[in-house]
Every structure is written in C-alpha cells, then in structure tokens.
C-alpha cells in the first residue's frame, strides 16, 4: 500500500475519511503488514566458473510484499517497488572444491543495478579443501530507488566451476533479501 | 522530536488538530525514519584509508574520521565518533559495522561493537579475511553511545580502506522500537 507524507493538521481541519484512509489507514499498512520486503530462496544450483563473478539463480521467494519477484521475468533479481532506505543481505553456499587447491578465494556481494555493490563479503582462505562452505553478507543499510535491481554475485578462483548448492529444505541454501525500514532520503 | 506514547481514547473526547500531529503524523514520522521528525537512523564511511598499529585496539574514527552517507535524528556524534541516542531517542537499535582491510597473511583481525562498558558483539579470525563484520541489537537509554572498534596483530601497521563506497569501512546504527 502506498506510503503518503504524513499530513500537517491545522485547527478547522475537517476530518475526512480521505485523510484517515492515507495517513492512519495506508501508512500503518506500510509500517507493519506491507512493509516493502522481500526474501529469495532457490533450488536450482547455480554454476560458478572460476574467476568469473556469476548472479545466483533464485526460485521463488518465501516473502515478498508487492511483487517484488517475477521469475519468470527475471530469476535473478528483486525489483524495489518504492524508494527509500532498505535493510539488504544475502548468502551463499559453496559446493565442496574437492581435491582443488585449499586456500582459494570465495566472495559474495549485493549488487544495486548489476553495477553498484551495496555490501560484500570476500574471504581470501575462505576454502578448505573438501568442505562446504556458507557465506554470509550480512546486513546493510543503503538508499534504493524505485526500479533498482538487487542481484546476488558469487565469485572464486578454485581453477574449476563450483556450484552454488540449493536450498533443499534440510539446510540452508543461498538467500537475497531486502526490508524498507525507511522514508526516501 | 521523539516517540509519543499512544493516546487512549475516551468517549467523548474532542479530536484536536493536536492530536492528529502529535500522535498521527509525529509518531508516523518517527516510525518512518522521515528526516524530519524520524527516528535516529544513521549510515557512516570511514572517509580515507587510515592504518590501525598492531595488537591496539582502536576506535575507528579516531584514527581516520567517520563521514555521513546520511544521519536522520542526530544519530552521529562527530565529536567523540560515536553512534549517540539523542534526547528522547532511547531505545532499542541495530547496530552493524564492517572494516575492509588491506590485505596481510599473518595475525589476527578483529572488530567489534562497544558501549563504553560492555562489549556487544565481535568478529576475530586468524588468517587475514578481507572483509570483516559484525551486528548487533543493544537498547541505549538518551546519551547511551555504540562505538565501532578495530584491532589486528599483522606485525605492523595496518590500513583499513575508507571512501563513499558500501563495501569499504562502515558503521551504521537504526532505532527499532521502544
């Protein structure tokens, strides 16, 4: 639901039910039910070539208030409906490298319009060979713009392509989200 | 401005023009982070490189100086380099913090989030990580203060990156609730 500036009241105002419905009604709605928020998650791999940052696949989304998501437009990404000061965060999951080099590189980012990193995570000796390993973005606070695309990048240098592994709803799998927590600066 | 406690309403009470922007717009504000009237909300960058000695620990912004990407409610204390609950802004907060360090193989990287007394959360790995963060919720009563610290055990001086970029050295803190 739309947010509207709160109103200034002056003594003789009359109270109409335009005024409750967009400054009680509508922006409530906005502070708690329908907060902008949106959360990813995927189940489909998503295949990463070494030293080539890679956007994650994601499949569906397990919050989303106003369609936020369209994977059938675009299964990558988070379309920020309306502008304002937004919690991002994100997370991958790294298949095991196997018998590559121990002590490569693994790093994961928030990208604002596929050009503008919004947060990052890179760990020079994030990888020990033969395990798993999760990588966390953790939160940040950004200014978003309506139409601004949030995507999430992997990249690492194992010498071989590595999967970013899915969710398979016994563990964690790779996640993007956003939170509007604030008015437009 | 600050949060208003909810009026309860009585029948027959007269609703006045100062109900509505006391307890409609204000608190709306404040819930809305506007920049005027909203609750504290803050974003900071480290605004150049700035090295940190080895085995100190350091507040960052002591050395080197915390820039505004923006600072709703007079969050940023730039005198002392602190995140400070303003008058009537007590309350609940998030609090997060990143240092992006120049790149060295030995030692131990560390920061952490401290309000004077207690340290509220912390990030150490051995090894020489590139990006290092840490988050946390902490309540501050009005004049209650949240520092971002750094330490690191290289050997040596230590730079940590500083610009107007989100993934360079940051420090953030937003009210969350009463």
Redesign the interface.
Known sequence: MT?Y?????????L?TATDMNR??RS??Y??SAQKPRCHLLSQVPTAVETEAWTEVLFTGASVDTGGMFDAAADNTMIAIKEAG?F?VGGQAWWQNAGATPANTSRSV?VQRNRTN?????????LQTAGVQQRQVV??????LSVNDAITLEVWQNSGTTLNIRPFDFTDYGPNLWVLW???E? | MAWTTPKTWASGDVLSSSDMNLHIRDNTRWLAHSSTGGAPMARLYLSDDSDIATATNTTIGSTGTWAEKFDIGGLHDSTSQRLTAPAGGGGVYLFGAQVYWEWASTGYRQIDLYDGTVRQSLDRVNGGPAIQQTVTLARLSSGGYMVARAAQASGGNLEMKGGNSPILTTFWGVWVGV
């Open positions: 947010w500036t709160p109103k200034t009241w002056t003594s003789g105002d109270l400054n009680n922006n409530l906005h502070l000061v919690m980012k990193p919004i947060a990052r995570d890179h760990q020079p000796r953790r939160p940040m606070l950004w200014p927590v604030g008015e600066i």
